[in-house]
C-alpha cells in the first residue's frame, strides 16, 4: 500500500504516513480517558456514589459544546488557511489536560477537577476531528482518498490497542508497578493519563512537519452568519444534507453499540470486567481490519457504496446479535460486527471529502460534526428507557438495530453530489 501511495505525486507517501500517524497517536487518548480506565477509575474510586451520572452529565455537555463550536471553529480555519494551528492547538489542549489528571486522587476532593479536566479533554479531542478531516484531501489524490483515510482509521484502532495493551501490561496487571508506582493510591491508574498524553504528543509531530495546509477561504464570514453559510454550502451540493441526517442517525447507532457494548455482554452473557477488555480489544482490530481493507474496496466501488454496504451489515449483524442465543453466537456475530464499524466511519468521512468545495472543507467538517454529535444522548436515553421498562439489556440495544435501519432508509440509493439526488 505505502508503495502504490508513493508512486502518486513526490512527497505524498511521507504525508499520507504521517496523517495516518496521527490518528495512532490521538486514538489512545480517549481510548484510556473516556473508555476503558479513568472512566471506570473516576466512576469506581473518585467518586462511587452518583460518579455514573457525573460522567453522563459531563459527556452530554462536553458533545453539545462539540456540536455548536465545530462550525465556527471550522469557518475561522478556512478563512485563514489555519487549519493546522487550530489542530495544533486542540491537540495540546487535549494533551495538557488529560497529563493533568494525573493528580486526580481516588478521594470526593477531586470530583470537580476530574470533571472539568475530562470536559476540556473530550471537547479537544472531538473538536481536533475539525481540522484533521478537513486535511485529508491535502494528503490524497481522488483515486485514493478511501484507502488513505481507511489506512488511518485502522492505524488509530492499532494505535489504541497498543498503548491499551502496554499500560495493562507495564502499569495495571503488575503486582509492583514500572516506576515503583503506588497502587494504594491508585497511581498505576493515574499514570495512564500522562502516558497517553506523551504518546499522542510524540506521534502527533509528524503531520505538524509533512502535512500541507489547503487553500483558504476566499472571506471570512460573521460569527453569526457562520452555521447558516455552512448550511446553504451544503445545500448547493446536491444530496448532502440527507446524508448528513443520515449519519446523524447511524452515528446514534454505533454510540450505542460503543457505549453498551460492553454492558450488554455482561449483563446478558455473564462477562467479567476482564472479558470486556478482552472483548474491547477484540472489537477494535475486527473494526481497524475492516477499515483498512474495505478502504481498498471503497476506491473501486465509491464511498457511498461502501457506506450503504457496510450499514446494511450492521443492520443485519446488529440484529443477530440482538438474538444471540449463546456466548459463543454472540461473540462471532460481535466480532463480524466490528468488521464494519470502522469502515462505515472512514468511508463517512471520505464522501465528504470528496465533494466539498477545496476552500471551505473545514466550515462542511464542522457540519459534519454536528451530524455525528447533535443527537449523541438519544441512544443512550432510549437504552436507559427500553432497558427500565422491558427488564433485559435486549430491549436496550433494539436501539441500535432500528437507528441503522432507519439510516439506510434515509440514506437512499443516489450519492451526494449526483444532480439527480436532488429528486430522489
Known sequence: MQDEMAGERPGLRKSQLAYGLFDWASSPVPTLHATFVFAVYYVSSVSPENGSAQWAWMNALAAITVAALCPFLGARADA??????WLLAMTLTAALSTAILWWVRPEPAWIWPALALSYVSIVAMESQFTFYNALLPSVATPSTIGRVSGFSWAAG?????????????????????????DKANAEHVRVTMPFAALWFLVFAVPLFLWVHEGPAAAGQPGVMVTLMEGLRTAQSVPGLLRFLIARMIYADGLVVVFAFGGIYATNVFGFTQNDVIVFAIAINLTAGAGAALIGWLEDRIGGFNTVR????CLLILAAIVLLSPSRLFFWISALMLGFFIGPVQSASRTVVARIVPPDQRARIFGLYMISGKATSFAGPLLYGTLVTVFGTDRAGMAVAVAFFL??????????????STQTA
Not at 439506510?408 to 449526483?418: S, W
Open 80 to 85: 485563514h488557511a489555519s487549519r493546522k494551528r
Open 157 to 181: 484502532y492499532i494505535g489504541a490497542i497498543v498503548c491499551l495493551v502496554l499500560v495493562l501490561m507495564l502499569f495495571i496487571m503488575p503486582e509492583t508497578p514500572a516506576l515503583g508506582l
Open 309 to 312: 454496504l457496510s450499514l446494511g
Open 406 to 419: 432507519i439510516s439506510l432508509v434515509v440514506l437512499g440509493r443516489t450519492a451526494p453530489g449526483t444532480p
